[in-house]
């Protein structure tokens, strides 16, 4: 199992599947030093769902879904809104699991991209049918869900995205996303990020050619959006990634920019190292942590 850092106090949320729910149940935790990723079984089962394309579960083993999900502490009463879905890989795991007792916000852009997701949504009325889809237009104010309301935003190797390219200046379209996600959540509602990672000594220039982007960049932005820091993991890293390739994240599995050029090496790398982030909305309603034990380390 891989360990987890935690550096600021965990915050554990009780919730209602209803957009209208009551503040979330507020508890504080001790600053801790490292510790273990605790699987939870019910997102493990979640995970482990033969319904799901053959496919995508080939590639759990990159991304960890289970120990991802359970560090930014996921439970099935939970409002979730998941950005930029993409194709739907994390989506295939967070409807159903959502679909009992919570609600399950996927926010898609306009036209192509929303249609696309609603024939992933179309083509298992079973799995998918309880989804909401909202729009999400980069660098303009969206109203993803009612403000206050979402437990959890999640997105999944975005930022680069929303940073733009070198044409954008600044941080492109990213101040206002992280500010929509703080806006919609409850207080104690949790951020969580999973980004592909570049070194802190690398040119930051690279953040808006390569896919990859620093986590120091990542914390800025959130902490800028009035987030605090909640924990950081090394659940998807990958030590065979030097983060220095042709074309980028894209060079690597899946995509394989180059197609058989050098396939079998990058293949062997396989996907992208990654930072697994976890940021909280302050609760001024939450009581003061107790006072962190010493670090035996």
Excluded: C
Excluded at 4 to 16: D, R
Excluded at 232 to 259: F, M, Q
């Amino acid at each position: 199992m891989r360990s987890v850092l935690i550096l600021f106090p965990a915050i554990a949320l009780a919730t209602s599947p209803l957009l209208a729910a009551k503040a979330p149940v507020r508890h504080a935790a001790p600053v801790a030093a490292t510790q273990h990723a605790t699987v939870d079984p019910d997102i493990a089962k979640a995970v482990a769902d033969t319904g799901r394309k053959a496919e995508n579960r080939a590639r759990d083993k990159y991304r960890h879904p289970a120990q991802t999900l359970s560090f930014f502490g996921l439970k099935p009463d939970m409002t979730v809104v998941e950005m930029l879905p993409g194709g739907g890989w994390y989506s295939e795991i967070l409807a159903p699991y959502l679909a009992a007792n919570g609600h399950f916000v996927a926010a898609v852009p306009p036209g192509k991209s929303t249609d696309k997701y609603q024939e992933l949504l179309a083509s298992d009325a079973a799995r998918y049918g309880k989804t909401q889809v909202t729009p999400f237009t980069e660098g303009q104010p969206n109203q993803l869900v009612p403000d206050g309301t979402a437990d959890m935003v999640v997105t999944f190797r975005n930022i680069h995205n929303l940073l733009g390219s070198p044409e954008q200046a600044g941080d492109g379209n990213a101040p206002q996303a992280f500010a929509d996600w703080f806006r919609v959540l409850k207080p104690g509602g949790v951020l969580g990020i999973e980004e592909h990672r570049l070194p802190e000594t690398m040119d930051s220039a690279r953040e808006k050619t390569t896919g990859y982007v620093k986590r120091s960049t990542v914390i800025r932005l959130a902490m800028a959006a009035g987030f605090q820091f909640a924990g950081a993991s090394d659940i998807n890293a990958n030590p065979k990634d030097d983060h220095d390739h042709p074309k980028g994240v894209w060079t690597l599995p899946p995509t394989y920019e180059l197609g058989d050029q050098d396939k079998a090496k990058y293949a062997a790398i396989g996907e992208s190292d990654r930072m697994t982030l976890k940021f909280v909305k302050p609760d001024p309603n939450a009581p003061a942590p107790a006072p962190a034990a010493p670090d035996a380390h």
